[in-house]
Protein backbone atom coordinates (compact mmCIF):
# COMPACT_ATOMS: atom_id res chain seq x y z
CA UNK A 1 0.00 0.00 0.00
CA UNK A 2 1.26 3.73 -0.81
CA UNK A 3 1.01 6.26 1.10
CA UNK A 4 -1.65 9.30 -0.10
CA UNK A 5 -0.57 12.44 -2.07
CA UNK A 6 -1.01 14.59 0.65
CA UNK A 7 1.48 14.65 3.74
CA UNK A 8 -0.68 12.23 6.08
CA UNK A 9 -0.23 12.53 9.68
CA UNK A 10 0.42 8.87 9.84
CA UNK A 11 0.47 6.41 6.93
CA UNK A 12 0.52 2.54 7.13
CA UNK A 13 2.61 1.09 4.20
CA UNK A 14 1.35 -2.63 4.38
CA UNK A 15 1.53 -5.59 7.04
CA UNK A 16 1.74 -9.17 7.05
CA UNK A 17 2.50 -12.24 8.97
CA UNK A 18 4.62 -14.80 8.97
CA UNK A 19 5.41 -18.19 10.30
CA UNK A 20 9.53 -18.49 9.62
CA UNK A 21 11.47 -21.51 8.99
CA UNK A 22 14.82 -22.79 11.29
CA UNK A 23 17.32 -19.99 10.81
CA UNK A 24 15.55 -18.05 8.49
CA UNK A 25 16.45 -14.05 8.60
CA UNK A 26 16.68 -10.80 6.78
CA UNK A 27 19.48 -8.78 6.21
CA UNK A 28 21.37 -6.75 6.95
CA UNK A 29 19.33 -4.59 4.92
CA UNK A 30 17.87 -0.69 5.48
CA UNK A 31 14.64 0.10 5.45
CA UNK A 32 12.73 3.32 3.92
CA UNK A 33 9.78 3.70 6.68
CA UNK A 34 9.42 2.52 10.41
CA UNK A 35 8.59 -1.43 10.73
CA UNK A 36 7.50 -3.00 13.91
CA UNK A 37 7.40 -7.10 14.39
CA UNK A 38 5.06 -8.14 17.38
CA UNK A 39 6.77 -11.94 18.60
CA UNK A 40 3.42 -14.15 18.41
CA UNK A 41 5.68 -17.20 19.80
CA UNK A 42 9.05 -18.28 19.82
CA UNK A 43 12.53 -17.06 19.69
CA UNK A 44 15.02 -14.68 17.27
CA UNK A 45 17.93 -12.36 17.44
CA UNK A 46 17.20 -8.82 15.82
CA UNK A 47 20.80 -7.07 15.75
CA UNK A 48 21.36 -3.65 14.87
CA UNK A 49 24.66 -1.81 14.53
CA UNK A 50 24.71 -1.02 18.44
CA UNK A 51 23.85 -4.29 19.74
CA UNK A 52 22.32 -7.56 19.13
CA UNK A 53 18.73 -8.47 20.94
CA UNK A 54 17.74 -12.04 21.97
CA UNK A 55 13.97 -11.69 21.78
CA UNK A 56 11.01 -14.34 22.12
CA UNK A 57 6.62 -14.59 22.20
CA UNK A 58 5.20 -11.20 23.80
CA UNK A 59 7.82 -8.96 23.10
CA UNK A 60 7.97 -6.43 19.74
CA UNK A 61 11.03 -5.22 17.56
CA UNK A 62 10.81 -1.73 16.50
CA UNK A 63 13.27 -1.17 13.06
CA UNK A 64 13.80 2.48 12.12
CA UNK A 65 14.42 4.12 8.78
CA UNK A 66 17.84 4.04 7.58
CA UNK A 67 19.33 2.09 9.75
CA UNK A 68 21.06 -1.41 8.69
CA UNK A 69 19.39 -4.24 10.25
CA UNK A 70 19.36 -8.25 10.26
CA UNK A 71 16.87 -10.58 12.49
CA UNK A 72 16.94 -14.42 12.27
CA UNK A 73 14.47 -16.63 13.78
CA UNK A 74 15.80 -19.55 16.32
CA UNK A 75 16.81 -22.56 15.06
CA UNK A 76 15.13 -24.87 17.58
CA UNK A 77 12.15 -22.64 17.97
CA UNK A 78 11.94 -20.31 15.48
CA UNK A 79 9.53 -17.81 15.73
CA UNK A 80 6.49 -16.21 14.07
CA UNK A 81 5.34 -12.73 13.84
CA UNK A 82 3.13 -9.96 12.74
CA UNK A 83 4.32 -6.94 11.20
CA UNK A 84 3.41 -3.57 10.30
CA UNK A 85 5.17 -0.58 8.23
CA UNK A 86 4.41 2.89 8.88
CA UNK A 87 5.41 6.64 8.55
CA UNK A 88 4.42 10.08 9.26
CA UNK A 89 5.22 13.33 11.98
CA UNK A 90 2.31 11.09 13.90
CA UNK A 91 4.47 8.24 14.15
CA UNK A 92 7.37 10.45 15.75
CA UNK A 93 4.98 11.25 18.59
CA UNK A 94 3.77 7.87 19.06
CA UNK A 95 6.89 6.52 19.64
CA UNK A 96 8.36 9.09 22.04
CA UNK A 97 5.27 8.83 24.04
CA UNK A 98 5.85 4.90 24.49
CA UNK A 99 9.24 5.05 25.22
CA UNK A 100 10.09 3.31 21.35
CA UNK A 101 12.06 6.66 20.33
CA UNK A 102 15.35 5.82 22.43
CA UNK A 103 14.41 1.65 22.76
CA UNK A 104 14.20 -0.64 20.35
CA UNK A 105 12.44 -3.53 21.95
CA UNK A 106 8.91 -3.35 23.95
CA UNK A 107 6.27 -5.93 25.68
CA UNK A 108 2.58 -5.91 24.82
CA UNK A 109 -0.37 -7.25 26.15
CA UNK A 110 -1.71 -9.99 24.82
CA UNK A 111 -1.03 -12.31 21.96
CA UNK A 112 -4.43 -12.85 21.25
CA UNK A 113 -5.05 -9.44 21.03
CA UNK A 114 -2.29 -8.66 18.50
CA UNK A 115 -3.39 -11.82 16.44
CA UNK A 116 -7.13 -10.32 16.34
CA UNK A 117 -6.32 -6.81 15.12
CA UNK A 118 -4.01 -8.29 12.46
CA UNK A 119 -6.19 -11.41 11.42
CA UNK A 120 -8.60 -8.46 10.16
CA UNK A 121 -6.41 -5.92 9.09
CA UNK A 122 -4.26 -8.08 7.10
CA UNK A 123 -7.72 -9.58 5.55
CA UNK A 124 -8.69 -6.18 4.74
CA UNK A 125 -5.47 -5.06 3.15
CA UNK A 126 -5.18 -8.39 1.12
CA UNK A 127 -8.73 -7.78 0.01
CA UNK A 128 -8.10 -4.24 -2.03
CA UNK A 129 -10.72 -3.02 0.04
CA UNK A 130 -9.63 -0.96 1.69
CA UNK A 131 -8.68 3.25 2.33
CA UNK A 132 -5.81 5.08 4.64
CA UNK A 133 -8.25 5.66 7.21
CA UNK A 134 -8.91 1.97 7.90
CA UNK A 135 -5.60 0.92 8.24
CA UNK A 136 -4.89 3.60 10.43
CA UNK A 137 -7.13 2.42 12.37
CA UNK A 138 -6.24 -0.74 12.76
CA UNK A 139 -2.32 0.00 13.44
CA UNK A 140 -4.21 2.41 16.31
CA UNK A 141 -5.74 -0.59 17.85
CA UNK A 142 -2.75 -2.82 17.44
CA UNK A 143 -0.30 -0.33 18.45
CA UNK A 144 -2.33 0.38 21.92
CA UNK A 145 -1.29 -2.92 22.82
CA UNK A 146 2.07 -1.89 23.73
CA UNK A 147 3.06 -1.47 27.24
CA UNK A 148 4.16 2.01 27.60
CA UNK A 149 7.73 2.82 28.93
CA UNK A 150 8.78 -1.24 28.41
CA UNK A 151 12.25 -1.21 29.02
CA UNK A 152 11.79 0.36 32.85
CA UNK A 153 9.93 -3.01 33.52
CA UNK A 154 12.68 -5.02 32.37
CA UNK A 155 13.56 -5.74 36.05
CA UNK A 156 10.64 -6.98 36.99
CA UNK A 157 8.60 -10.19 38.18
CA UNK A 158 5.73 -11.37 35.74
CA UNK A 159 3.37 -10.74 38.64
CA UNK A 160 5.13 -7.21 38.79
CA UNK A 161 4.02 -6.53 34.97
CA UNK A 162 0.69 -8.31 35.06
CA UNK A 163 -0.21 -5.63 37.84
CA UNK A 164 1.00 -2.61 36.59
CA UNK A 165 -0.96 -3.74 33.31
CA UNK A 166 -4.17 -4.55 35.54
CA UNK A 167 -4.28 -0.96 37.50
CA UNK A 168 -3.35 0.97 34.26
CA UNK A 169 -6.29 -0.58 32.70
CA UNK A 170 -8.30 0.06 35.85
CA UNK A 171 -7.24 3.45 35.70
CA UNK A 172 -8.08 4.54 31.90
CA UNK A 173 -11.46 2.60 32.06
CA UNK A 174 -13.03 2.97 35.53
CA UNK A 175 -15.59 5.29 34.02
CA UNK A 176 -17.05 2.19 32.45
CA UNK A 177 -18.85 -0.64 33.19
CA UNK A 178 -15.61 -2.59 33.00
CA UNK A 179 -15.43 -5.59 36.06
CA UNK A 180 -12.91 -7.42 37.19
CA UNK A 181 -12.94 -10.33 34.24
CA UNK A 182 -12.54 -7.70 31.70
CA UNK A 183 -9.09 -6.85 33.78
CA UNK A 184 -8.48 -10.37 33.65
CA UNK A 185 -8.78 -11.01 30.23
CA UNK A 186 -7.68 -7.73 28.76
CA UNK A 187 -4.08 -8.40 30.98
CA UNK A 188 -4.19 -12.11 29.87
CA UNK A 189 -4.53 -14.25 32.88
CA UNK A 190 -7.52 -16.07 34.88
CA UNK A 191 -9.33 -13.89 37.79
CA UNK A 192 -8.10 -16.27 40.40
CA UNK A 193 -4.43 -15.49 39.41
CA UNK A 194 -5.09 -11.67 39.09
CA UNK A 195 -6.73 -11.99 42.65
CA UNK A 196 -3.76 -13.60 44.55
CA UNK A 197 -1.69 -10.92 42.67
CA UNK A 198 -3.95 -7.58 43.86
CA UNK A 199 -3.51 -9.12 47.62
CA UNK A 200 -0.05 -9.77 47.65
CA UNK A 201 0.61 -6.37 45.85
CA UNK A 202 -2.22 -3.95 46.93
CA UNK A 203 -3.97 -5.74 50.15
CA UNK A 204 -7.16 -5.54 48.12
CA UNK A 205 -9.05 -7.77 45.63
CA UNK A 206 -9.12 -6.43 42.28
CA UNK A 207 -12.79 -5.74 42.63
CA UNK A 208 -11.88 -3.32 45.92
CA UNK A 209 -9.25 -1.87 44.24
CA UNK A 210 -11.39 -1.07 41.27
CA UNK A 211 -14.53 0.06 43.95
CA UNK A 212 -11.65 2.36 45.35
CA UNK A 213 -10.94 4.05 42.80
CA UNK A 214 -14.10 4.52 41.38
CA UNK A 215 -15.20 6.39 44.97
CA UNK A 216 -12.02 8.29 44.64
CA UNK A 217 -12.65 9.56 41.66
CA UNK A 218 -16.25 10.50 42.68
CA UNK A 219 -15.25 12.58 45.91
CA UNK A 220 -13.26 14.47 43.09
CA UNK A 221 -16.26 15.63 41.57
CA UNK A 222 -18.70 15.72 44.61
CA UNK A 223 -16.52 19.02 45.19
CA UNK A 224 -17.69 20.76 42.00
CA UNK A 225 -21.41 21.43 42.19
CA UNK A 226 -22.22 21.46 38.73
CA UNK A 227 -22.46 17.37 38.68
CA UNK A 228 -25.28 15.72 39.69
CA UNK A 229 -25.60 13.06 41.64
CA UNK A 230 -26.39 10.72 38.97
CA UNK A 231 -23.80 12.33 36.53
CA UNK A 232 -21.09 11.46 38.95
CA UNK A 233 -22.39 7.94 39.17
CA UNK A 234 -22.15 6.93 35.50
CA UNK A 235 -19.37 8.96 35.45
CA UNK A 236 -17.39 6.95 37.96
CA UNK A 237 -18.58 3.63 36.49
CA UNK A 238 -21.78 2.69 38.28
CA UNK A 239 -24.88 1.18 36.93
CA UNK A 240 -26.85 3.78 38.67
CA UNK A 241 -26.97 6.30 41.54
CA UNK A 242 -28.57 4.32 44.19
CA UNK A 243 -25.77 1.44 43.67
CA UNK A 244 -23.47 4.90 43.86
CA UNK A 245 -24.86 5.96 47.13
CA UNK A 246 -24.87 2.43 48.77
CA UNK A 247 -21.08 1.84 47.78
CA UNK A 248 -20.36 5.66 49.01
CA UNK A 249 -22.21 5.36 52.33
CA UNK A 250 -20.54 2.25 53.34
CA UNK A 251 -16.91 3.98 52.79
CA UNK A 252 -17.91 7.14 54.00
CA UNK A 253 -20.39 6.49 56.57
CA UNK A 254 -22.27 9.28 54.90
CA UNK A 255 -24.03 10.05 51.72
CA UNK A 256 -22.42 11.64 48.47
CA UNK A 257 -24.88 14.81 49.24
CA UNK A 258 -23.65 14.84 53.31
CA UNK A 259 -20.34 14.80 51.98
CA UNK A 260 -20.86 17.50 49.81
CA UNK A 261 -21.83 19.36 51.95
CA UNK A 262 -19.68 18.63 54.79
CA UNK A 263 -16.82 20.22 52.17
CA UNK A 264 -18.36 23.29 51.34
CA UNK A 265 -19.04 23.97 54.81
CA UNK A 266 -14.79 23.42 55.20
CA UNK A 267 -14.33 25.27 51.82
Not at 19 to 28: L, S
Amino acid sequence: MHASPSAAPLSVYFCGTEKCAPGHFFGPAVRQHYLIHFILRGKGIYRTAQRDFSLAGGQAFLIRPGETTYYEADCADPWEYSWMAFDGPEADRLLEEYGLSQNLVCRFQTVEQIEFFFTRAIAEFESGRFCSESMTGWFYLIYACILREADSYAGFSGEELYFRAAVAYIRNNFGYPVSVMDVAQFVGIDRTYLYRIFRSRCGKSPKEYLTQYRLDAARTMLRKKEYSITEIALSCGFHDSSTFCKCFHKEMGLSPLAYRKAITVQT
